[in-house]
């Protein structure tokens, strides 16, 4: 495997590091020869490396000591130690949002690692197993090599109103094949990975509650991107071409996010990267697990959010209505929709508590609540940054013609705003708006904001399973008089 | 010119009037030479010959018998003389939005015939003018050829706080720059024109309330668009070269809108099409009557959004969880705000009065309500659909992918839904909701949705100016035993 | 029986016509002696009363021809003939909720007359039945009298999960206990029944589907409100008392809704009352057809909206901020939400078709969309009037304080507002959005919108039923290029 | 005067601490001799009690211990020593809003006082006065006793477009209206004090902005509730006479809230407890920081919307109807949003920083969020729990009807649940839902989430300052590629 043999230091380091592998990858129908220059796909790794730099620029922030080495690792990599850790992930999480405006892929994987972290002690604990010791060893040399790690949690699904092992094709999820003297094999595949192309490791886990009929589905394992029988296509994303026609059409020419399909054709994992197999009592916990982290990490959305907060409120400036009373009270609206979702995030953070393990876990009620916001108010804030942004946001002509010889003159005449501001300055944050709420980013804005983590009803599930109805009964009861 | 010389009898002769223009048309940097051929201008053709098909397939829905000549012509065309005829427009619109998923183009030449019918009246009894005359002429003519006339009032603006006459540039509202005895000669730019390239004559309108000091850029003329001087500069839509990679990328391949800048480079207009010149006293009467009408023509969008609802069901069914309580339940919810929408229309075109000219115009505050929900319910609708399309809808493979040889298979296989749904049917739908939520027909649903006919605020400005507190109050006083 | 010999005339004549009357009720743990001189229960009187004045006042809108007799009628009365009078219940009830700004009662009966009108025609055309001769000699006899009906629909249901059948107890919906030669005995109890006391006749019908087991349930008869067996119980409202604390602490002095329990103590029906027994197929298109013209007669709330706008807007007078941009913006929507209650409405009502009976119905569909909205609407301009009110609004000092020899002066000193108003009528206002969003006349204006004509899931079963998906689909298949 | 002398140790040494005082109370136009006793005030007393016996129950969530003294002190009486004290506070708050379903008055002291010890602390600083000292000190005895302080901020205002040195009568804010060698004389009204005659200490504080024209009105003073000059007036609330109609139909027959007109008439304060007089330029940073505390404080109300919350789970319960879909979707969502507001609060607290004075001071951003989605949920809240609670809930006859000899045994009957559950039940759980959305406690959990701590408008005023714009305009300029 052509896994890095030396630790990745920075932004650069790490793309270096993308170079040269035999990713069997396709794109619109065809194989992508080498996804650091495809213009496509390297935006979604310019965001990846942004979690690198961000770890040198404010180590603070983004770097913290390893519970397994004491070593200063990425805090994407970082197993949590206290609440004050679980919180820093939040604050990590908003502040990546606001450089980079998009997905910058890393929480699942952090989320994975955490959630794996206790859930293997748990079974380890209940079955005798050894998967504890197996994870933590795999994962301090990540943590050394300061690798990316991509969780590859969704199945395909099939019919979903059927379980893995009533589903008329069995790899629709993905399931053990055969057992070897030396490890696993494994097939299926994981729908919608974001950032797996850019990961080094690939750590795939069940997606939902399994039960014994579904023994050959409950696997965990760690594979590397690069590992034999593994193929990723490449989704389409709304105007992902637009990569193509230049800086300014693109929006946001620096920043994408990624989602693939990894197909796993019989792929082999020895035992020491095999955390779980056949144990599918712990299905349902670790989803819960990892979601609670997960759900809760979409206060990555504010950061984006703050970003098209801005653009809203640039375009108000260059248009000449900044100061309109209802263009006021729309950015009000959005920041305070954008603040809320981080309040719940930050709660959920803060009430963390110790896992048996040792790592630390956000509060689960506070993380669902906080997602299920995140399926709503980004919605609500891209309607009203589309409405101060004028109907311009959806009829500017192309970056070419502003170009053009002859037309170009007459453009630049006649989209000027207010005195004083170039036309191309209204044309760029005009195309991040449409960006950000039609574009490529709106995919990571608000569609993975409405399914990542789960969709609405999961959260929904959830908060009616730890919303705790017969203490809330008790409450109702004492104050109205009744005896029980 | 080259208008036809015969009247258009369907819509494959609609589509063969527009051949042969020496349209000068500008997109992606080059000069389009037959936008009829054009894949990306193609389906916005397409779906304004769909008004000239419905009107042979179902005349009583979209033709009517001219008040002007008593020959039967096309609704789009027509002088309402009845409620009724109000009515009829919103039904015919809303069949439009249900056939092609998109914006066909017409209302607002529809309702600029409708305004301006009543308001040439009115300035001629003011002023002693002859517009009405004029107007009437040539409406009779375009009726006889069954032409589509684009309907242009919003001007670039500039600066949003300043009236034309303070602008810096004072070309950035369209006004006459010259009188000559045979006609004026009119200078300026229209932005985000609907479907302008594909009329046959535009209406040039002042696009709010003026001054005297704005007496130039009151102006309404009919401008061929084949006349000296204009220039059309294409608008970028979101995805809008999926036009050129399939059918199934392209999520709905036959129809789409269209939005173009119309620049007017010293346009010459005879006397016999100018129905305003001046008068600047009528332009924001001209504008709450023409918007009055428009407002309520957003019952289009419930078509649009019954074919978004009907995606989601088919999307929920091949997924094999339609029966599920929470999908029905926003299958439910879509349902009812999008017949909001279409209440307040109906209620809005039920309730027209006779003007002074003796057409019909509907009620303006239930039209102002009824854009304003159009402002916010096809976000929603357009969330929900996203939330049972599940993640899909913004990951899936290209149409080049699924029909590769090697990968194709696979991608079939991973994909599939329930038993019985081939895997293509669940991409077309996915592709089909992409296309009504972020992608080319998203423009038209969502973001025109807010800004077509006047952004939010303006409809709030006007139902500010029509809610009649001061009644209102009055019912309060008495109520509450206060002697005014 | 004490029925009036002579028709009613006026406010006045029916005032008199309910005094006398040997009804037995109770209130408050007491029997109430005479309805008309309780202070409580006057103002749900004046408020039927109010619409007898306004068939005087204005009888283009409050009265109508009888299809039975030709004679004028009060429309509470009558039974459509045309869209245009379905139309005219509607802008009859908005007037209303405006005079009065509470319930005034005679929806239920207006709407059960209706769609007994055509259910009683089709029974008899299926099972051969004379059940409509038998209803419309009774009404055409009620409409002479100018009575008022109280319809009784609501049974008390017990367990809501169970039919009439499986419950413990079968009297918990009304049934016939007993058949004999000259008419029927029943029994049971109808809960929350607006107006009833203040009525002349009840119309007493089934309020669900039923089956063959439910056959006893399957009974509507028209029964007098002195019948012998009757037992009313006054509902305890929200302020009841303040009645009785003087006109300013009552908010709305004058007017307020009412509903009690009705008690059927096997009360005997004659022949010539009895519309439908036994034929429980009928059950579920009767509730169907009521509650979709009593879900769009719900646009009387628009009326009490209006009250209640009015109300936050003298109050934001009174405080000197009326013309704050965000006081402005508060009452703009406030207005709006109001009229898209109404348009949906008065689309219902526009979209009529003829029963085969010969009267009119209104559009199912948007019927049910324009109660939906009711369920929601009020809430938020309950909470927006609440928002202009200040905290004033719930922490006035009462009016005995204010009329205090020592204190009232300084009272008046201290809640005095902008200059030029009286602190009484701060107060007064006050009080009557009081009345209003928390107060007696809130039941009507938010709970009733709530369960009045069925609780917000009832609707979204019917919309679900009337929305058709399949048709939608159909759309959605057509434009995706999917061939079924 | 009469405050304790020794520390109040309970509930009941407290009620006792308020027993014999010589107020002069105010209610419905009579004098109050003895507040204790009076049944509609004492239930608001009871729910003071709560706050001294929780920390008698719970002493690590109710008390702390005094960094002014060492010794342990109420939480609502501590001055707060880290960021985890200001979470500690959001903890006790909701906790107590479970146990007691209403306001519990206490906040406004707390946040008061936090406020004012570093605000006294800065003014010392920047203008060498010695308020600080002057402060600590009455609170260190204050602290020692045990007392409850409520804070006064409210003025009533007169018209809302005018500052205090504006009005027309100059009493309209409180003011200094003489200056003595040992004192000052301060005259005004302060509106809608909570709890203010629960209190022993009311602490005086202005409301606004001030400008220099307003020197006089800028006064911070501690003043005994039982000082000479002072009248309370008590507010009349929705449903307040219930008390005294038994014990089911007051709904909550334990505890409620209370608000008050508080008129200073020349009332004296000596020196040692006056903590601001004059400087003016104060006046905003004091109300900005009390806010702060305050605004984040209203997650009491997440307590209460607990017991809300399982009001409505308890009567869809008893209706058979627990487990149907939409029931337990409704109760999800009332869920969501009360735990939306807790996440902000909490966010909030977490997130404080020290301050000068070296106390602890939550965010002011996300405290603002907080309060201002109380403005909103809480209404959606009632409105769903409404919902759930069916017509009933405002139909119900009285306690006195259903203990009637003859009538109740019938009432009973038809007023049954599901099996199993004495109508009794049913009726108490709809009272108590009553008593929360409409009554007397609808009062403290809606107008009062809407105005108290600041309107809704005021938070908006404080996210527009506080939510950065400038920065998030940078974010986008950055990503779009522009050149300041």
Redesign the interface.
């Known amino acids: 495997m052509l896994l890095p043999s030396r630790p990745i230091r920075s932004g650069v380091e790490y793309v270096d590091s993308l170079r040269g592998r035999k990713l069997r990858i396709?794109?619109?129908?065809?194989r992508v020869a080498e996804p650091v220059d495809h213009p496509v796909i390297r935006p979604s790794i310019n965001a990846v490396a942004a979690t690198f730099d961000l770890a040198v620029d404010d180590p603070a922030l983004a770097s913290a000591p390893s519970g397994l080495t004491g070593a200063t690792v990425n805090r994407f990599l970082h197993v949590t130690t206290s609440a004050d850790d679980v919180?820093a992930q939040n604050k990590m999480q908003r502040r990546l949002g606001?450089?980079?405006?998009t997905c910058f892929q890393r929480c699942v994987g952090m989320d994975a690692i955490n959630s794996l972290y206790s859930i293997t002690f748990d079974v380890d604990a209940a079955r005798g197993t050894g998967y504890h010791g197996r994870f933590t060893t795999w994962l301090a040399e990540v943590q050394r090599l300061n690798l990316v790690i991509g969780g590859a949690m969704?199945d395909?699904k099939?019919?979903?109103?059927?379980s893995p092992s009533q589903q008329?094709?069995p790899?629709?999820f993905v399931r053990v094949v055969e057992r070897r003297g030396d490890g696993i094999v494994i097939r299926g595949?994981k729908?919608?990975q974001t950032g797996c192309i850019n990961s080094h490791w690939i750590l795939v886990m069940p997606t939902m509650r399994l039960t014994e009929a579904d023994r050959e589905w409950a696997v965990v394992a760690a594979v590397p991107v690069e590992a034999e029988g593994i193929?990723f296509?490449?989704?389409?994303?709304?105007?992902d071409?637009r990569a193509m026609?230049g800086?300014?059409?693109a929006?946001?020419?620096?920043?994408a996010g990624q989602?693939?399909?990894i197909?796993l054709?019989d792929v082999f994992v020895p035992w020491e990267h095999v955390f779980l197999d056949g144990e599918y009592e712990f299905a349902a916990e670790l989803v819960e697990r990892f979601t609670a982290y997960h759900r809760r990490s979409y206060v990555c959305k504010a950061g984006v959010g703050?970003?098209?907060?801005?653009?809203a409120?640039?375009i108000a400036?260059y248009?000449?209505?900044e100061k309109?009373?209802?263009v006021?009270?729309k950015?009000?609206e959005m920041?305070?929709l954008n603040?809320?979702i981080?309040?719940?995030?930050?709660?959920?953070s803060?009430?963390s508590h110790r896992t048996t393990a040792g790592n630390w876990e956000n509060d689960g009620?506070?993380a669902n609540?906080?997602k299920?916001?995140v399926?709503?108010f980004p919605?609500?804030i891209a309607?009203l940054a589309?409405?101060l942004a004028?109907?311009?946001?959806?009829?500017?002509?192309?970056?070419?013609?502003f170009?053009?010889e002859e037309?170009g003159p007459?453009?630049d005449?006649?989209?000027?705003?207010?005195?004083g501001v170039p036309t191309e300055?209204r044309v760029?944050?005009l195309?991040?708006i449409?960006n950000m709420t039609?574009?490529r980013n709106?995919?990571g804005y608000?569609?993975?904001s409405?399914?990542?983590a789960g969709?609405?009803?999961a959260q929904?599930v959830q908060?009616?399973r730890q919303?705790d109805?017969e203490?809330?009964?008790?409450?109702?009861?004492r104050?109205?008089?009744?005896e029980k």
Chains 1, 2, 3, 4 share one sequence.
């Open positions: 396709f794109f619109m129908g065809e919180v606001q450089l980079t405006g969704t395909v099939g019919d979903r109103s059927k008329a094709d790899d629709l595949a729908a919608h193929t296509v490449y989704g389409r994303q709304s105007c071409t026609d800086d300014i059409d929006g946001n020419a620096t920043f989602e693939a399909l197909i054709d703050d970003v098209l907060i801005g653009a409120a640039l400036d248009n000449g209505v309109a009373a209802h006021r009270d950015l009000v920041a305070h603040e809320t981080y309040g719940a995030g930050i709660a959920a803060h009430e009620l506070l609540v906080c299920h916001n399926t709503r919605y609500e309607r589309q409405d004028g109907g311009a946001v959806v009829t500017l002509p192309s970056q070419a013609d170009a053009h037309i007459l453009l005449k006649y989209f000027r705003g207010r005195e300055w760029r944050v195309r991040l449409e039609l574009g709106a995919v608000l569609t993975e409405l399914h990542g969709s609405p009803q929904r908060i009616a919303m109805l203490q809330k009964k008790g409450f109702a009861r104050l109205a008089g009744i």
